[in-house]
């Protein structure tokens, strides 16, 4: 049996798969897996969150569809096994359970590996270091389930610790940590609306964004300089087509947010709270206007937020394209406090969103369980 947590985006936006750097909280909402062999070679997988138990045709794995397409999480991750030298179990009876929503940004989909990874390893009598784990995991995504992510959601929810935020340098990738001042909170608020990423939206911005590297003649937009960009913009103004100008905006987001990460990480050192909170919210700002992967549901989010006492600052937490915001509060910031954000957001969009106060959690992790009958 194990368990990985969900994740929030603290700041680092799409700037994972740019070879960037990126900070995630590890929260206290997560994925159980647990396991049981099977003699007959019967693979069989079942989940709290739907009725049926499934077992996959035997032969090649291959991906499911409809309301099986959950399993395409696991399974990519033992579709990735061999490309990292490791042997697959045999038969299993399979079962996920979860207290992480779906669709709000937070990463059920690396907790989801992550503890399957585990689990696999352990029923292969194998063993694997965490760094190789994330890698075979965002292996799974990128090559199984189709969604060309970076290596943020696997590696904060493999490498979390408690009380701090995880540092990743995307181009190695490197882990560290980075403590957490004493006294904030973590608000979530989640919208409930959301585009699937494997629709399109997340990889055009994928595209895009290799596009503009190219364009600026750099291999990804990490190696781009503000200088350099501001150089080109120079260069191509008045005349630049729209695909240029779009190109533009998209690796203006990201070199910009790739500054902001530096700059949240020197004032979390400092204790200064009020300037991490407005990196926050300069991200969110970025997202909207330059990377367009926000929406109006989530910009109202961040803007009442960001305009509440108590709240340090406030953006769209994942992809974009829906999903939820997370706001950085004092403690002073309560149940009260956050709903009246609701209220109003009812008030403009006719729905309520879901409210999840999110603590932070060591990261991915076998358990051994004792049972008695």
Known sequence: MARAPGRIEFIGNHTDYNGGIVLGASIDRAVWV???????????FASDRYDEVVSPPAGPLRKMSGADSWLNYPLGVLAAFPEFGWQAPGGFDYLALSDLPTGAGLSSSAAIELASGLVFLDAAGQEAGRGDLVKA?????????GVPCGILDQGVSGFGREDN??????????????????????????????????????????RECLAAATML??????DVTPAALAAFADRVSGDAPSETAVLLKRARHVVDEIGRVRLVVEALGSGDLASVGRRLTESHLS???????????????AAGLAATPHVYGARLTGGGFGGAVMALTSPEFGEVEAAAVAAAYEG??????????????????????SLSI
């Not at 396991?35 to 019967?42: K, L, N, P, S, Y």
């Not at 995991?137 to 389930?145: D, M, P, Q, S, Y």
């Not at 003649?217 to 990490?222: D, H, K, N, R, T």
């Open 217 to 222: 003649g750099a291999v990804c937009l990490a």
């Open 34 to 44: 647990a396991i049981a062999r099977r003699e007959d070679g019967r693979r069989r």
């Open 287 to 301: 997202s909207k206007t330059l990377f367009e992967n926000s929406t109006p549901e989530l910009d109202f989010l």
């Open 348 to 369: 403009r969009f006719g729905t309520r969103p879901t409210i999840l106060k999110a603590r932070t959690s060591d990261g991915a992790q076998n358990i051994t369980a």
């Open 165 to 206: 935020l995880v540092f990743i340098d995307c181009r190695g990738p490197t882990y560290s940590l980075v403590p957490l001042p004493g006294g904030v909170q973590f608000w979530i608020f989640n919208t409930h609306t959301r585009h699937a990423l494997v629709d399109g939206l997340y990889s055009a911005r994928y």
């Open 137 to 145: 995991c965002r292996h799974a995504e990128n090559h199984f389930v």
